[in-house]
């Protein structure tokens, strides 16, 4: 069992938090071997950190993608590759930065409150096995830390 103390966090700047989440989620993973379970713990992790309004895990289940753990607001269950930010980033296999939700084509609006989002896709072979998907009630909240901190996270799954 890997002890965390989320106070850690509070007095940190953007990059810092990161940091340590990256750390600590690595430590989290490292002994692990189910991925629902370090799913899960990613989830929660970043939530309780970045105070994220949706932090979630989709899998890619016959070219759709099916809800996986999660933390927020009950969220779609089913999303088609070819709808939505999740979908979008699932099929250019490249991570989908929205500062407005509301302005994206083919948006799929599961929560109104939800206002930017970021989608950053697991790939494996060149297919997506699944993507993490954070959302902030807050327009234009993702930059390129968090793309990049994102990123790194989810090659923890390897």
Not at 9 to 23: D, G, I, V
Not at 72 to 94: D, E, H, L, W, Y
Request: glycine content about 4%.
């Amino acid at each position: 069992m890997v002890d965390i103390k989320i106070s850690a966090f509070e007095h940190l700047n953007k990059k810092e938090k990161y940091e340590l989440a990256y750390k600590s989620i690595n430590s989290l993973l490292k002994d692990e071997p189910d991925v629902v379970a370090n799913m899960a713990n990613t989830a929660a992790l970043l939530k309780q950190v970045f105070n994220f309004f949706w932090v979630g895990f989709y899998f890619n289940k016959g070219n759709e993608l099916v809800l996986g753990p999660f933390q927020g607001p009950i969220a779609c269950t089913r999303i088609a590759f070819n709808k939505g930010v999740c979908g979008k980033a699932a099929s250019t296999k490249k991570t989908v930065v929205v500062p407005n939700v509301n302005q994206f084509p083919n948006h799929i609006s599961c929560n109104e409150k939800s206002k930017s989002e970021i989608v950053v896709p697991f790939i494996k072979e060149n297919k997506t096995i699944f993507v993490l998907d954070v959302d902030s009630e807050f327009e234009d909240h993702f930059d390129q830390t968090d793309q990049q901190y994102l990123e790194m996270t989810i090659q923890l799954f390897t």
